[in-house]
């Protein structure tokens, strides 16, 4: 599967990066982008691959050096070995956006702190067996977190909007047609 990094997202929604950010983003290896005033963009398409076996309803996939288990609950066949798929996607779903919040805090000298974080996505199962009556996928997905920062909750609000803007992962679930809601503040002391 082709992946596009984050530049290639968002350079085809005609945001403008800042000189900073983008170097940021370069830095860590996800890309390079064209410099403003120059005419020849950088490559910043990237393929990531993943590899693994099934067995039943297990996959046992491996990134790199990272193993991990997606199961189904025994309910259904599986043998609950790990998360279920739409689980995995969730939580995908919120390691992106840990990460990409990360970069721009970094690179913004703000410390995020820990989160705490609860994510709830809403899908019909009908879906899965009449998907010509119900789509199939998420329809809403609320994230929750809590920052334990020192940071203003404006600064929060500010890297929020940008995660939000240029997330990939995120930015997936909105193509479907989901809607999803981050409610981001700074934990109470």
């Known amino acids: ?24 983003f370069a830095r860590r290896g996800y890309a390079t982008i064209t410099t403003p005033g120059t005419t020849k963009p950088e490559n910043t398409v990237r393929i990531l691959t993943v590899d693994g076996t099934c067995s039943n309803y297990q996959v046992k996939a491996k990134a790199d050096k990272h193993s991990l288990t997606i199961d189904e609950p025994k309910n259904v066949g599986g043998s609950d070995s790990g998360p279920d798929p739409l689980r995995t996607q969730l939580a995908a779903l919120v390691g992106c956006m840990n990460a990409t919040a990360r970069m721009y805090a970094k690179d913004m000298n703000v410390d995020l702190g820990d989160v705490k974080f609860t994510i709830k996505g809403t899908y019909d199962a009908k879906g899965f067996h009449h998907p010509e009556e119900v789509s199939a ?8 977190a809590e920052f334990a920062t020192s940071q203003s909750q404006e600064k929060l609000s500010e890297i929020a909007k940008k995660v939000e803007n240029t997330c990939p992962i995120s930015r997936m679930f909105k193509a479907s047609g989901c809607k999803v809601d981050t409610n981001w503040k700074v934990a109470s002391k």
């Open 1 to 24: 599967m082709l992946m596009r990094s984050t530049f290639a997202a968002v350079r085809s929604s005609s945001c403008v990066i800042p000189s900073r950010s983008a170097s940021m």
């Open 137 to 144: 996928q998420f329809s809403k997905v609320v994230i929750d």
